[in-house]
């Protein structure tokens, strides 16, 4: 197909995610985007098929002390400490301005204790009429298993899912850790849990050292590590948890480009969330969906759903 044909045949970017039709492929990772609702208009929604919240809590938290943000070679150490005003303050005073947009609301929540998030998610269901999806972070700490995270095992994460689905009853994705043992075993606990989708994957644990100083960078000595350099590890897992369940999963890690998306696609995304790249540029993904767009009218794709998974052995 020549590039004078492209506009003729223009796909079809739109998505279903677990029965939630979304019109792009493209998500806004949560912790990037402000809730703001000036944000959430052109152009800065220009390909936006959905937007996550920052991390929300039960409680309003402070998030951690001293320096939060640090710049490494092809990435980026965040050590946020999910800074939020609680999840009743996010619905009375935030989510109705926000559903306003028409932009897809995905719900990122932290579970942080079994009781805490049942208590959330009761709480969210007075507005799941603005909710697209609740998303589950289940990277956080369990104090009653030595503070390991949730999401490090298949036990953690199935118990989750127990008291999650006792409460809500909408559209449930689960944001897994990249430093889980078997992400796959836990991929297939989350499904056989009740969740519509997966999403992989979370921050990979970094630090760094102030060399000068001679001491971490971080109060907590451990950060989270985004950005490009992640991508080929992002990528791995998605492949390992997209040929382990049935449900939709959803590629998130280090994404930059056109290019990246469609290997996340071809590696059997259903959809993929862009974030550190927000850090760059507020319109990026305004940028990848045009290019996306006509990549896949030279290649004569009629829609994503025609490509997903393509790059796991099959052709078109």
């Not at 677990?18 to 998500?27: E, F, K, M, N, V």
């Not at 998303?135 to 008291?163: I, K, T």
């Not at 990246?260 to 969906?289: F, N, Q, R, T």
Request: with cysteine.
């Amino acid at each position: 197909m020549s590039l004078s044909d492209v506009s003729k045949s223009l796909p079809d970017l739109s998505v279903s995610i677990g029965g939630l039709t979304l019109p792009s492929p493209l998500i806004i990772a949560s912790g990037l985007w402000p809730h703001d609702a000036s944000f959430w208009q052109e152009p800065y929604s220009a390909g936006v098929g959905a937007i996550c919240s920052k991390g929300l809590t039960r409680r309003p938290r402070a998030g951690n002390s001293g320096i939060r943000i640090w710049e490494t070679p092809s990435g980026v150490l965040n050590s946020i400490g999910l800074q939020n005003r609680g999840v009743e303050v996010f619905i009375k005073e935030e989510l109705p301005h926000l559903a306003k947009s028409g932009i897809p609301v995905i719900v990122n929540l932290a579970v942080e204790s079994l009781e805490e998030t049942t208590e959330s998610l009761v709480l969210l269901k007075s507005a799941e009429k603005d909710i697209a999806a609740v998303e589950l972070n289940v990277s956080c700490p369990n104090v009653d298993c030595g503070g390991m995270a949730w999401g490090m095992s298949a036990d953690g994460v199935s118990s989750v899912l127990l008291a999650a689905r006792k409460a809500w009853e909408g559209k449930l994705w689960v944001k897994l850790t990249p430093q889980a043992f078997d992400l796959p075993s836990v991929g297939r606990a989350a499904e056989d849990g009740g969740a519509d989708a997966l999403v992989v994957s979370n921050t990979w644990l970094g630090m760094a050292i102030d060399v000068e100083a001679k001491k971490p960078v971080f109060d907590r000595i451990f950060a989270g590590l985004s950005g490009p350099a992640v991508f080929p590890l992002a990528l791995r897992c998605l492949y390992e948890v997209a040929g382990s369940v049935s449900i939709p999963v959803i590629g998130c890690g280090g994404v930059c480009s056109d290019e990246d998306v469609l290997a996340m696609l071809l590696a059997g995304a259903a959809a993929v969330e862009i974030g550190s790249m927000l850090m760059h540029d507020l319109k990026c993904i305004s940028d990848i969906y045009e290019s996306l767009t006509k990549r896949m009218a030279l290649w004569g794709v009629g829609s994503v759903a025609d490509i997903i998974g393509k790059g796991r052995g099959d052709r078109f």
